[in-house]
């Protein structure tokens, strides 16, 4: 909680060159307001000197200038929903809040392009581009609120991933506020562009530690005309695992989405939905697929058959619908054509992470990846750890692509708070040892900066850290992110 411009003179000069340029509306320097600003989705705090909200590229170009000629850290926010601390302010200074800049600039349907500005949050985008028929595919668990700005900042992953990639598939072009405040343009605005190096790509995922994102430009695909929903529920996991392949591999369907809960999220799930859930469950599979009509139906009932094969203990299937749906949108909207089969049992598989907290206050929210053949071999590895340590995990997540999310819960106390650090530790040992990735969509931040090693080499570690120092020579960008 310790603030870091710790001359109080220079403080005070800053917070004014800052109000003098961006007006003193748009800057913050009181405690309670302060707060606000010191936290995201994981339980890390750290409260910041000052915050300021631009609403232009220029007012962030100004802000950055200031702060690379004071050496003052700064650290971009969107919607604060992070799952790795990256817009925790660990190093103190300016919290620059991009949520101000929210405008959707330009959607072009003939290039099958849209330029935004990075505080749009994503449903919004979708919902807007869904108009036209048009599609945005990525979508995080967060979409509700999870901001465009953070979402291509995180290289965000969720549901769809599994048939539509993830947001660094769709980012065409960025406007980049670098360090020094000079702004530059990655990308062009066409669907493919291999002009010299990927500069997009790298600063997709770079987790504010290379430049601010003032606008960003997303390819889009035409939307689906319709979604199905199935969900089967199992009595082991080999059983649900074994419907994935005969899903994936032997009869070459391609889901819209492919999600996996196991026991401890299904418990924890029960009561908060519509779902009867059989007793006996001990894993679900939780799968969408799109396209017309026809093929909707014909894959649905196919993929239902493959379930049963695979001794599935029960099958529900929603009403095919029109449109995809967020948790509450029908209470929310009191919308009529919101698809409430649909939303049943999708609010399954999103009320696991908030039910987890019925077992234990706390929980290490983990989303390694491993390649898909070696799925069972690591979860059969992490519930042996679980049993070594006595800490209970809940595993859930894209199986498809062989993501899991690994929720470690458990109630704070500092003999606890090793063994979990302990338990961590190993598991993403094993993860790496099998050819897996430590984290596939919440990022390192500073939550697992210390695992990075496990997983990159020290000359590439190095590399990493070479390039960093060319964009960012003071080290002012989001400092203590990705490298411990
Ligand atoms: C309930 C819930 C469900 C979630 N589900 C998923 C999921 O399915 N898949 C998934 O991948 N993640 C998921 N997340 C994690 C999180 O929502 C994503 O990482 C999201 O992209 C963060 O967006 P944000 O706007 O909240 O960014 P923030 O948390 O504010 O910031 C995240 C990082 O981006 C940087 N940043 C933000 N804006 C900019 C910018 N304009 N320029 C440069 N850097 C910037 C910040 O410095 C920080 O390092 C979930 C989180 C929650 C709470």
């Known amino acids: 909680m310790e603030q870091k411009i710790s001359n109080s003179k220079i403080r005070t000069e800053v917070f004014e060159e800052l109000c003098d340029t961006i007006g003193r509306e748009n800057a913050l320097d009181n405690i309670e307001e302060r707060i606000c600003y010191s936290f995201d989705a994981t339980k890390e705090k750290a409260v910041p000197d000052l915050v300021v909200r631009p609403h232009t590229t220029e007012h962030v170009s100004t802000i950055v200038s200031i702060a690379n000629k ?15 601390g990256g817009a925790v302010p660990i190093k103190g200074g300016i919290v620059l809040d991009l949520k101000n800049m929210d405008k959707i600039v330009e959607i ?39 901001t465009i700005g953070g979402n291509v900042a995180e290289c965000t992953g969720g549901m769809t991933g599994i048939k539509y990639g993830v947001t660094r598939d769709y980012v065409l072009a960025l406007e980049i506020v670098l360090p020094d405040g000079s702004v530059i343009n990655t990308g062009r605005k066409t669907l493919r562009s291999v002009a010299g190096y990927d500069l997009t ?6 987790e504010g530690t290379l430049g601010v994102f003032t606008k960003i430009t997303l390819k889009l695909l035409p939307l689906p005309e319709k979604i199905g929903t199935i969900i089967s529920y199992f009595k082991n996991i080999d059983n649900a695992l074994n419907a994935t392949d005969s899903i994936l591999i032997k009869s070459h369907f391609l889901p819209r989405s492919l999600e996996f809960v196991d026991k401890t999220g299904i418990d924890a799930v029960r009561g908060f939905t519509k779902e009867d859930i059989p007793e006996e469950a001990k894993a679900l599979l ?45 209470v929310r909207t009191g919308r009529s054509d919101v698809d409430d089969e649909r939303n049943a049992l999708w609010d399954i598989r999103r ?52 993501h899991i999310h690994l929720n470690v819960i458990y109630d704070n106390g500092k003999k606890i708070d090793l063994s979990v650090h302990k338990l961590v530790s190993q598991i993403l040992k094993e993860v790496v040892s099998i050819g897996g990735t430590i984290t596939s969509e919440h990022g390192v931040g500073d939550a697992k900066s210390e695992f990075v090693g496990l997983e990159l080499s020290p000359h590439e570690i190095e590399i990493m850290k070479e390039l960093k120092k060319m964009f960012d020579p003071k080290g002012i960008m989001n400092p203590g992110k990705i490298f411990a």
């Open 201 to 206: 790509r790298f600063f997709v995922g770079s």
């Open 108 to 146: 072009n349907a003939k290039d099958l392009t849209v330029t935004v500005e990075p505080g749009v949050v994503t449903k919004d985008l979708q919902d807007e581009v869904a108009k036209i028929r048009l599609f945005y595919p990525p979508e995080p668990g967060s979409a509700g609120f999870s």
């Open 286 to 330: 939780l799968i969408d697929v799109d396209g017309n009509e026809k093929n909707v139906t014909n894959d649905i009932s196919k993929i239902e058959v493959i379930c049963k094969e695979n001794s599935a203990l029960k099958t529900s299937i929603a009403k095919v619908s029109a449109r995809p749906c967020q948790p509450g949108e029908a």
């Open 351 to 402: 009320s696991i992470s908030p039910s987890l907290f019925k077992i234990a206050s706390m929980k290490f929210n983990d989303d390694f990846c491993v390649p898909r053949s070696r799925v069972r071999e690591v979860l059969k590895k992490v519930y042996e750890l679980s049993k070594t340590y006595s800490i209970q995990v809940a595993a859930f997540g894209h199986i498809g692509e062989g």
């Open 70 to 84: 004071y050496g003052i850290p700064i650290c971009p926010r969107g919607a604060g929903t992070g799952l790795s």
